[in-house]
């Protein structure tokens, strides 16, 4: 598999993935680069964190419960992330512009998302770049729903319409169209066939897939992994 190609991005190219076992990890190389999207899209993977739930328990069964949202920010400034990446473009337009263009994405940032197959091009190609694609189409639930709320976090999004997690659900959330995902994969066939079926379903995974799993999040950290 030395010469054979190894990142995919477009239909066209996701659709020649090999059906063969492997690793894959998808990252956000915009096809067309535009710093609005770019600015929105980045400050999405890591200003929505979710919510904070702390629950105090005192006597007689009497509990205080507290919900609230939480924001990230930046050094003893408190700086919002979002203007982080707004700072960056204004000062560094032309650097982060051909940075996303080029090959350094894959090599100088996190991936989005990263797995293990027992068939890249089942699990790749047809479960997350196709399930994306019918997610962004008009008609779809999820298209409908940000539609009517397009704030919504991806845990939102899952609970409102009772949906798992998924990679394809977090690029939609995000904005993200299947033209902007570029998947870098290592196929090989030194994966045992105790890995199981390929499924979004976690609660389906063998244990041989959650300890190598557990073992690429780890290391790669990936923004919208499993965690």
């Known amino acids: 598999m030395n010469n054979e190609q190894r990142q995919f991005q477009t239909g066209s190219q996701m659709a020649k993935i090999p059906q063969i076992s492997g690793l894959y990890a998808w990252y956000y190389k915009p096809l067309f680069v535009d710093t609005n999207t770019l600015t929105r ?8 964190p979710g919510e904070m739930q702390a629950q105090i328990n005192v006597r007689y069964g009497v509990r205080f419960i507290a919900e609230s ?5 930046y050094g003893s400034q408190n700086q919002p992330v979002s203007e982080i990446f707004s700072e960056a473009i204004q000062y560094g337009e032309n650097f982060v512009l051909q940075f996303f263009k080029s090959e350094a994405v894959q090599l100088f940032t996190r991936p989005i998302y990263i797995g293990i197959a027992k068939n890249l091009y089942t699990r790749v190609y ?9 997610m962004w189409n008009d008609d779809s639930r999820i298209s409908k ?11 939102k999004v899952m609970n409102e319409l009772d949906i798992s997690h998924s990679f394809a659900l977090e690029a939609r959330v995000r904005q993200i169209a ?5 998947v870098n994969i290592f196929p090989t066939e030194n994966i045992s066939s105790e890995i199981g079926i390929d499924n979004e379903d976690i609660q389906e995974d063998t244990n041989y897939r959650r300890i190598l799993e557990k073992l690429l999040q780890i290391m790669a950290d990936p923004i919208c992994g499993r965690r």
């Not at 949202?69 to 920010?73: D, E």
């Open 69 to 73: 949202s939480l924001n990230m920010i």
């Open 178 to 182: 299947p033209r902007d995902l570029m």
């Open 145 to 155: 729903y940000l539609t009517l709320h397009p704030n919504a976090t991806v845990q």
């Open 41 to 48: 899209t980045l400050t999405s993977f890591w200003d929505t």
């Open 126 to 134: 047809q479960q997350h770049y196709l399930s994306l694609d019918k």
